[in-house]
């Protein structure tokens, strides 16, 4: 009679993958013991965070400081439109030169993938001391900063939605002489339009958020008048803008979720 062979309780690992596992869980330990928070150290901080609590309490309803506030939550919303369209824009032609079996750049669609990339990796607020430095202070490098980063995001989206679109309708095109632009316009964008409309809301919320904070290092919108209230300790008037900005993102996102849904 044969018996039977169970299988393994535990999944078999290679050598080389236990080793992986041994590095990474020392280089985990020796990071938790650097830069992970003590015990001791958060007992200390919560009377702190306690006190700056309740001095951000009540939050300042002066009417010209909620009038100035709201020329700043305007302003940090004009940035976020201004740079996610201009961004979306210049994205489409970007995504079909990075595009594979798609872009008119045969192998050197590498290139605008690689600046797509760069675009991407590099940090909003880096990309913001750029521009304060080159343009000066103020909504305008702001704006730049949100057209570079809505051209990292939606390049590399639109350019894999373009690369899975239907094959059909562009053979069909190109059977009958048709060129890239007009393959592109006439089958390639129709059948993705549904994915470039999502992925250029997401672009735009994600820019509500991001123009929020570029004001902290010069490049206009709310975010400077909070940065203003804490260097000069008006702790009443930071929280009255952290509440507003909680209800710019809140909407947004709620705008943006009943958009998706629709489009769907």
Known sequence: ??????????????????????????????????VAPSPEKLANGMPRMAELVGRMLPPNTDPGFLQRMSWRIVETLQIALVGT???????LP?????ARGISPLGVFRHFPRAVV???????????????????GLGAV????TIVVDTIGFCGRFFAEAMEEAD?????????????????LCGAILPDVMPTLINSSLFALEKAVRSSVVLG???AGGIGQELKVAFD???????????????????????????????FQ
């Open 1 to 34: 009679m044969r018996s039977a062979v169970l299988p393994p309780r535990l999944p078999s690992i290679s050598p080389v993958s236990f080793t992986l596992l041994v590095v990474f869980g020392a280089v985990f330990l020796a990071s938790v013991g650097q």
């Open 85 to 91: 369209v201009f961004g979306v824009i210049l994205s």
């Open 94 to 98: 970007v995504g079909w030169l990075a």
């Open 117 to 135: 990339s760069l675009f991407r990796t590099v940090p909003d607020l880096v990309w913001a001391l750029l521009f304060v430095s080159t343009l």
């Open 141 to 144: 490098a702001g704006t730049m």
């Open 167 to 183: 094959k059909k309708p562009q053979e069909a095109l190109h059977a009958i002489g048709a060129n890239r632009v007009t393959v």
């Open 216 to 218: 902290l290092v010069g």
């Open 232 to 262: 000069l300790f008006q702790y009443r008037n930071a929280s009255a803008i952290i509440l507003a900005i909680f209800a710019i993102v809140l909407v947004m996102e709620l705008l943006t979720d009943r958009l998706r849904a629709k």
